[in-house]
């Protein structure tokens, strides 16, 4: 006999995919019998094997249909968005109970408002929760990666995202990781194999050596184990942001057209550090192809003493 199923959308990318990993774990507990799918891009898999609450991937591209077939899910639960345009997706499942998120787009919907100016892992948090679900929203961590990490204590330096405009300067970039170079640490430079020239750039600016330079080479798993094993991470407003809070490594985000409010770390003072100058929750074009004017502001010389303190340990003083 065919398990029922619960189904979750979130078809979206690395960050999105973590920030919610709480519901994920929300809807296993409530629904233990029933099989967990996500549907989501086929490239998360290695790290939706980690999160201990899904099932099976359902590969899936970000507001395109979902190929279901057969029984329709018992559940279809929208973790993707707040109107019409995801809402379709998860009734063309047919599943017969929907959780979705009310909007001035979708104002007919049974549940609750969207709220723009909720934090990310919260927001997803509270739908289940509307609907009488428990879910934590400290329940971020993934287990550890099935694989050795190709550097153990490093700091890992991330230049690069998705657009432009959550993008902070190469060469500021590289005077942080000369100095923690300088200083005695091992700096690895990261990213996608698009952004392996960013990442060469950064590395011969900071006076790295070519073996430096890891981005495009490890995967997402290999990734992953990097992370889990790393002293540091400084990085963009991205993915790899959401890793280090995934594995509890000391961090360093900045933070440009949205504000941490939205999208930041987990309460955890002196290992997660949020540089931000800014006002109002999303006052810049996250997708914008000019880096953001706030974060322009962050100075190198910041970002290395939020360094200091993301690494000093939590029962001394900073």
């Known amino acids: 006999m065919t398990r029922p199923a619960v189904l979750m959308l979130r078809a979206l990318g690395l960050g ?51 190929p279901w077939h057969g029984q329709p899910p018992e559940i279809a639960v929208d973790l993707h968005g707040n109107g019409p345009a995801s809402h379709r997706l998860v009734c063309a499942t047919g599943a017969p109970a929907l959780m979705m998120y009310a909007s ?20 997803w948090c509270r739908l289940l929760e509307w609907w009488g679900l428990p879910a934590d929203r400290t329940a971020l961590r993934l287990d550890p990666p099935p694989v050795p990490a190709p550097v153990t204590g490093a700091v890992v330096v991330h230049p690069g995202a998705a657009s432009q405009g959550r993008r902070w300067p190469p060469d500021r970039f590289a005077a942080v990781a000369r100095a923690l170079a300088s200083r005695g640490h091992r700096v690895v430079v990261t990213g ?23 981005a495009g080479l490890t995967g997402l798993t290999g990734l992953a184990a990097l992370v889990s094993q790393a002293s540091l991470v400084i990085s963009n407003d991205t993915g790899m942001a959401h890793l280090a809070f995934a594995y509890g490594r000391p961090s360093v985000t900045l933070y ?23 006002t109002g929750g999303r ?20 970002v290395l003493a939020a360094a200091r303190t993301a690494q000093q340990p939590a029962d001394q003083p900073t």
């Open 256 to 278: 440009g057209p949205v504000s941490p409010a939205l999208w930041g770390p987990p309460p955890n003072p002196g290992r997660h550090v949020a540089l931000w100058h800014g």
């Open 104 to 123: 001035a787009a979708a104002p007919g919907v049974a549940g609750p408002w969207w709220d723009p100016d909720e934090h990310e892992v919260g927001r």
């Open 192 to 214: 996608t194999a698009a952004e392996r020239a960013l990442a060469r750039e950064v590395a011969s600016r900071a006076g790295l050596r070519p073996g430096s330079v890891l």
């Open 16 to 66: 999105d995919f973590l920030a919610g990993v709480p519901a994920y774990r929300a809807l296993r507990a409530a629904f233990p019998a029933h099989e967990t799918v996500l549907a989501a891009p086929a490239a998360l898999e290695p790290l939706v094997r980690l999160c201990g609450a899904v099932d099976r991937l359902l590969p899936a591209g970000e507001l395109e249909a979902v």
């Open 283 to 302: 006052p810049g074009d996250a997708h914008a192809t000019v880096t953001d004017p706030r974060l322009l502001r962050i100075t190198a010389a910041e």
